[in-house]
């Protein structure tokens, strides 16, 4: 009795065992009742039926990274490159990834090398290292329609090393120095462009600067005369207003006499000093009559005939 309780307890775990199952989170099952498809199980407790259910696939639902092998690819203008990517995806429906093809993972992978192969083949060279982004979003497109059978989600495309041939390199290389020089020449060019433009300028504000200030000291020189010159005037006009103010005073007419017989007597003075020669009047009467030539003009205001000679 011991033995067939024993059988029995044995044989209830074994039951137990296979129709009670835990399926972790981000995981689902697949299961298959006699040879066929039933039922995907879901995270959390799952009850099978012994020997009847089995567990076909385990998949995970979590994104997956997936290394695409590195492969030559020959560009439109005929350059050979080595590129080697990663590919991100998600199992979207387990019951597809499970019966829609025998290995998805190398479906995907081979896809995603005979894709990229197609997209580098239709641009050149330098395209391929300007539009990286172009070309994982053409891997992406190409591989998310394909894989929709699979039950597999492609989320993005990485390009890891794009490596041309060692002589690509060495021209790309020869290239690159090339433009930097052509860019230090034309920075340097550049450089002595605007210091001649600085100079010129600097030398033209400089002779405008010049020109304004002599223009400025021409003003102010001419202004100064103008200035003295009607300074001098005006003390000449005042000084003849107060002359003729004197003369209408009693007496002014015998003190101008006086004064202008002074001056002919100095006069013929300075005249004997310079000369070797004496000048004297031939008729003394003549200075008399200068005296009274003189002072005719003064009382006349204008000038007169010199006084006859007796």
């Known amino acids: 009795m011991e033995l067939i309780a024993l059988v029995f307890l044995v044989i209830a775990a074994i039951f137990v ?6 399926v972790p ?26 020997f009847v259910d089995r567990l076909a696939y385990r998949h ?3 994104e997956i990274p997936l290394d695409v092998p590195s492969q030559v690819c020959i560009t439109k203008d005929n350059t050979q490159l080595t590129v080697d990517g990663i590919l991100y995806f998600q199992v979207t429906d387990p019951m597809r990834a499970s019966y829609g093809s025998s290995n998805y993972i190398v479906a995907i992978t081979q896809l995603a090398q005979t894709t990229l192969r197609s997209v580098i083949g239709r641009m050149e060279l330098d395209r391929t290292f300007e539009e990286r982004s172009q070309i994982n979003s053409g891997v992406v497109a190409s591989l998310d329609e394909a894989a929709l059978n699979w039950g597999v989600k492609v989320l993005r495309y990485e390009i890891k090393d794009l490596t041309p041939p060692a002589e690509i390199l060495r021209s ?8 930097r020089e052509k860019r230090a020449l034309i920075a340097a060019s550049e450089g002595r462009r605007q210091e001649q433009i600085n100079i010129a300028t ?24 103008a200035a003295a010159i009607t300074a001098v005037a005006d003390a000449t006009a005042d000084a003849i207003r107060k002359i003729a103010a004197a003369i ?15 001056k002919a007597i100095d006069a013929y003075a300075h005249l004997a000093k ?28 204008g000038p007169a005939a010199p006084a006859a000679r007796p």
């Open 17 to 22: 065992v296979r129709s009670i199952k835990v």
């Open 25 to 50: 989170q981000q995981n689902a099952w697949v299961v298959e009742r006699l040879g066929k498809y039933h039922a995907t199980l879901t995270p959390g407790l799952n009850f099978l039926v012994p």
């Open 60 to 62: 995970s639902l979590k």
């Open 172 to 179: 790309m290389q020869a290239q690159i120095t090339a433009e």
């Open 202 to 225: 600097g030398e033209r504000e400089a002779s405008i600067a010049r020109s304004e200030g002599e223009k400025q000291a021409e003003i102010n020189k001419a202004l100064g005369e």
């Open 248 to 262: 209408e005073q009693p007496g002014g007419n015998q003190a101008v006499q006086l004064k202008v017989a002074e």
């Open 274 to 301: 310079t000369n070797n020669t004496m000048i004297v009047p031939g008729n003394m009467t003549e200075v008399s009559g200068l005296i009274a030539t003189a002072m005719a003009v003064m009382q006349r205001g």
